[in-house]
């Protein structure tokens, strides 16, 4: 009652556009001890039901207010084990179901979150920068290969380490972390956020393993043979594509083409993008995160112009009655990348794309496009007249994922999917292949990174039982699981 919301400033975006460091300016303690403080410790706090984590909100946020920041640590490992990540890239849901959001801009709780990481970090690295290992009190002798190394991935994991287990990660890449490395651009988390805590998974024991694919270089017998259990988390990386006229000419990429070049750059892996926007003028087919992290990396290229488009109308700018608190509310955002420049245009659907004599792309046609709902299905209706060209010479695709990829590890298993293309999953996170288990978006499909750790903590509850007959592993949700949404 006494304060009011406030975050963080962001760097001014001139100077920003210089360099791929994250966006924020530093925040004073007593601001986040007073964001803190708004906190209601509710009787029932619905932010636990907005976090699939189940998050310790009320509790780390008195102790912030306190200044207990090393039991606000404890309670904040409790239940997530990379809140650096969570703190950065979580839309914050949270933040949607907080009590306060009813009538008042709802609690900082993600920057809280963020703030207590860092904050732990600083006081208990060690001289080289690294983490104090948490070890196992037993080791079980048994041996679990993870395949995939995101965030879900990297929880079940570190998980399973600690109760003793000797896993293995194979990454395909030739870095660990699968999207949190090379999906997430630098000035939304530098890599070193990362290298941090992957340094201390491996003091604990953990093996990685990259440019190990596993179904082509690395023999998924090999992994059945080797292993007592299989947790599959390679994510959902089947990109839905655009198969309309001109598809087929040179300047038009996956997202998933365009953002990982530009990481590469930033680790010294390479000297330069392979097709950099400079200097081009750019359109991004997507109006999503990803589009997002397209639009800010086009600017730090220094693109000429760049358009978004999205086929769903402008957000309205509050809660419609239909999308009552506490579910996610489906409002108009605009995230650093945003703010930097470009233009966003909405309802709008691309017809063909255009090309040169040499064959790259010169230009797009699209039209506006009306959204009807007819019993229950939703459809599009070209707005007659407004149809209009669009020179351009790279567009970005950033419409989502359809799945997880199902050539290599998928079919030689012999896992089952469901009929979303998902793979199959039991409560007990195992697949129709004995001792194959599976967590995160390969089972999930495209999710939320709160809810890729929540899966890996799960699922790594689940092989541990599994293995041992018991577990003292916490598992916050089931694989059926949902947000919250309007029954």
């Not at 946020?61 to 809140?83: E, I, M």
């Not at 914050?92 to 959001?101: K, N, R, T």
């Not at 809660?319 to 605009?334: E, F, G, L, S």
Request: proline share 7%.
């Amino acid at each position: 009652m006494k304060y009011e919301r406030e975050l963080p400033s962001r760097r001014s975006v001139p100077v920003r556009l210089r360099d791929w460091k994250e966006v924020y300016e530093p925040f004073p303690t007593e601001s986040l001890q007073h964001q803190a403080a708004r906190c209601m410790d509710c009787g029932i706090p619905f932010c636990h039901v907005g976090c699939p984590l189940g998050n310790l909100i009320p509790e780390w946020n008195d102790l912030v207010y306190r200044g207990d920041w090393a039991d606000a640590l404890d309670r904040l490992h409790a239940t997530n084990n990379f809140p650096e990540f969570t703190g950065r890239l979580c839309p914050a849901p949270c933040e949607a179901s907080c009590v306060l959001g009813i009538n008042e801009e709802p609690v900082a709780i993600k920057q809280v979150e963020v703030n207590i990481i860092e904050r732990g970090f600083d006081a208990l690295t060690d001289a080289d920068g690294t983490l104090p290992p948490v070890m196992p009190s037993t080791t079980t002798g048994l041996k679990v290969a993870v395949v995939g190394s995101g965030p879900a991935g990297l929880a079940a994991a570190q998980q399973l380490t600690r109760a003793g287990h000797a896993v293995t990660v194979f990454e395909r890449a030739d870095r660990i972390g699968g999207l949190l490395r090379y999906g997430i651009p630098e000035f939304k988390m530098e890599k070193r956020v990362l290298d941090r805590r992957l340094a201390q998974m491996e003091a604990e024991g953990t093996e990685f393993r990259v440019n190990a694919n596993v179904g082509e270089n690395i023999a998924v017998k090999e992994l059945q043979r080797d292993f007592d259990a299989i947790v599959l988390a390679g994510g959902a990386t089947a990109a839905r594509d655009l198969p309309i006229p001109g598809r087929e000419f040179t300047g038009i990429y996956q997202a998933m083409e365009f953002l990982p070049p530009a990481n590469k750059v930033q680790a010294g892996d390479l000297a330069e993008h392979p097709f950099s926007a400079a200097g081009k003028h750019v359109v991004i087919i997507g109006g999503g995160d990803t589009g997002a992290d397209c639009l800010g990396t086009s600017h730090r290229h220094g693109a000429a112009t760049i358009h978004q488009f999205e086929i769903m109308p402008r957000p309205p700018d509050a809660r419609p009655d239909a999308n009552p608190w506490p579910t996610w509310p489906m409002i108009y955002r605009t995230s650093s990348a945003h703010e930097e420049g470009g233009e966003r245009v909405f309802s709008v659907n691309t017809e063909c794309f255009l090309g040169d004599d040499d064959g790259n792309v010169r230009a797009l046609k699209a039209h506006e496009v009306e959204q009807t709902v007819t019993d229950g299905r939703m459809s599009f209706e070209k707005v007659e007249g407004s149809d209009f060209e669009l020179p351009c010479e790279m567009v970005l695709l950033a419409m989502g994922f359809v799945g997880p990829q199902r050539a290599g590890v998928l079919e030689q298993l012999g896992v089952e999917l469901n009929d979303r293309g998902n793979v199959s999953r039991t409560s007990e996170w195992r697949t129709n292949v004995d001792g194959v288990f599976v967590c995160g978006d390969m089972g999930r499909g495209q999710s939320l990174i709160v809810w890729a750790i929540a899966e890996g903590r799960s699922c790594a509850a689940a092989v541990d039982r599994a293995l041992l007959g018991e577990t003292d592993l916490p598992s916050p949700l089931t694989p059926d699981a949902a947000p919250m949404g309007v029954r």
